[in-house]
């Protein structure tokens, strides 16, 4: 199952270079640029390592590997950059043989819908994956009316075929729907496709991923600031002997950035078909387990979190702050903590306030006296990528478009096709702080089309093909300072627009086109959001409309801007959204 290439004769002898050999001479010569030999290249990690490229330690370098395709031979990470600075990496393609995942067609659905049997298409790897998507034939993008399809068992039968089997995972499934099964790294591997780690000033042009085991991009721990232009997360070539071509990229998220200083640019790039959210922007709280004076003990749910010798703390955006003089790692079993505190971590359900998984503990000296009480939760504004610019981008998969957990930031000349989310502005936590609340934002001049049609979310407050989510906050506003100007919302299922929360903003100019066609999703139900409304607010203040149209309000709505209380200053919801073309 050999990914198929058109290599010259001339560009054979060239793909046996040892491409990881140059970059380490490079590194270790202290090289300013490195030109990789253009070719194909099928090969695995070195021994002892667990990537297939290592970027280490390496400072004001630039690598051109312009024609130069990687063809990972083991499902592992494919490159990794770390503890660099100032590197800059043009025209690589990653991809993977054998592919991370495999796809097929609906053979058969049990009567009960307790079970789906699945053929495989010819050329795709035959693995008992399980995370399982179901796509539409016609469009080969996910089908509609399809959710979450979690918790799913996968079996051989006696034909070769695949049995999926999961209470109601036949529901609005049909033979010959198309389908993927999704893994991730090997016994041995580890994920992703490119992976930045405690680096900064990394710049990647016309780079292109076909599939990861894992997400396509990932940077975690870096002071950030990193570049993406002309990204690719696309679909690759069809693998040897199969007809049909990849339905999937990435297996889990298209691209993340976490707990980095500050915010990425990524312009002129495509995400397509990522096998879970497409683009976001991670953060999050810490939880105060001991105080001394002006020492502190923290503990983090992720160790990027890991706050670093100048980053500020503070409960909300507005509140006290003390500044870190030093970081020290501490064993949990002697950094002095509470019975009690300890207690209420070990008995911690998943997705509760007092979870925190891991040995992830730290003493911080401050700059003054702790302003921060014990068991309270604050964060680091420092630390959850403010500063970003998304830009004149496409997206195309199914899971949430932009799941942003970072403020400070503009998202312009975008097109989001398909997603059951375009934009996603939530902490998705669980303590009453802005740790991950995302305000100073620009959201203008994107094109949002076709959001809402699966992956129905009643339980959660993430609603709208725009939405603002934060339940958690309850002391003060989680989000100020937005503007919503210029956007297009066009045949969006349900729940358009979604300003829960927010302070502070403006909404105009923006056009809401043929919207409420259909029957409304239920995305919000269980916290009383009304899905028929075009426009939702609620706990809002300060919001300003001027100037946006609905054209073609179809016959599930009648409600354009729905107003629930508690709210305040509220300027414009009648006269600044007006029904055109009724």
């Known amino acids: 199952m050999h990914i198929e290439s058109a290599i010259l004769s001339a560009g054979k002898a060239e793909a046996a270079a040892d491409i990881q050999a140059l970059i380490a001479a490079a590194i270790a010569e202290k090289k300013t640029k490195l030109v990789l030999p253009a070719g194909t290249y099928r090969i695995g990690p070195k021994a002892g390592t667990s990537s297939i490229l290592n970027i280490e330690n390496a400072n004001n370098l630039e690598i051109d590997a312009t024609g130069v395709t990687v063809i990972g031979t083991k499902l592992t990470r494919g490159v990794s950059i770390w503890g660099s600075s100032n590197i800059k990496l043009t025209g690589l393609t990653l991809n993977y043989d054998p592919l991370p995942f495999t796809q097929g067609k609906i053979k058969a ?49 006696s034909d070769g075929s695949i049995r999926i089997s999961l209470s109601g995972v036949g529901n609005n499934v049909a033979v010959n729907d198309l389908v993927t099964l999704a893994g991730g790294p090997e016994s ?63 297996v889990w998220d298209g691209i993340q950035f976490k707990t980095s200083k500050k915010g990425p640019t990524v312009e002129n790039s495509v995400i397509q078909n990522a096998g879970d959210d497409s683009f976001s922007i991670q953060s999050g709280d810490y939880g105060v387990v001991k105080v001394t004076g002006s020492d502190i003990v923290i503990v983090l749910r992720d160790e990027s979190q890991a706050p670093r010798v100048g980053d ?53 000296k401050l700059n003054r006296s702790s302003p921060f009480a014990v068991e309270s939760f604050i964060f680091s504004p420092d630390r959850m990528g403010n500063g970003f610019t998304f830009r004149n981008n496409t997206v195309y998969s199914p899971g949430r478009g932009m799941l942003l957990k970072a403020g400070s930031g503009l998202i312009e000349n975008n097109v989001f096709r398909g997603g059951d989310k375009a934009i996603v502005v939530s902490p998705e936590g669980m303590s009453d ?75 105009t100019g923006n056009k809401f086109l043929r919207t409420h066609l259909d029957t409304p999703n239920n995305n919000g139900a269980d916290k009383g959001i009304d899905a028929r409304s075009v426009i939702w607010l609620k706990n809002a203040s300060g919001v300003t409309f001027t100037s946006n149209t609905i054209d073609r309000m179809g016959p599930f709505s009648s409600m354009t801007v729905n107003v629930q209380q508690p709210a305040s200053g509220i300027t414009g919801a009648s006269s600044g959204v007006v029904v055109v073309n009724p």
């Open 109 to 157: 659905v049990a009567a009960d819908k307790s079970y789906v049997d699945i053929k495989l298409d010819a050329g795709y790897p035959s693995q008992l994956y399980t995370r399982l998507s179901i796509y539409s034939p016609a469009t080969r993008f996910q089908k509609k009316g399809i959710n979450h399809l979690w918790g799913t068992q996968a079996s051989w039968n």
């Open 188 to 250: 041995g591997g580890i994920p992703h496709g490119i992976v930045v780690e405690n680096s900064k000033g990394i710049v990647m042009n016309n780079v292109t991923v076909h599939t990861a085991p894992g997400f396509g991009f990932l940077e975690a721990s870096s002071e950030g600031g990193t570049i993406l232009n002309g990204f690719k997360l696309i679909p690759g070539p069809a693998p040897s002997g199969a007809t049909e071509q990849p339905l999937l990229t990435a």
């Open 312 to 364: 500020r703390l503070k409960r909300f955006n507005n509140s006290t702050e003390a500044t870190v003089v030093t970081v020290q790692k501490v064993p949990r079993a002697s950094a002095g903590i509470a019975a009690s505190i300890l207690q209420k971590i070990d008995s911690a359900a998943d997705w509760t306030l007092w979870r925190f998984p891991g040995d992830n503990y730290y003493k911080i």
């Open 433 to 507: 702080s802005h740790a991950g609340a995302g305000s100073n934002l620009t959201i203008r001049n994107n094109q949002f089309i076709g959001t809402g049609y699966h992956h129905y979310m009643p339980w959660s407050d993430q609603a709208g093909a725009v939405g603002f989510a934060s339940g958690n906050i309850t002391s003060v506003k989680a989000f100020d300072n937005i503007r919503i100007e210029g956007n297009t919302f066009d045949s969006v299922n349900g729940l358009n627009l979604n300003l829960t929360n927010v302070s502070n903003a403006v909404v």
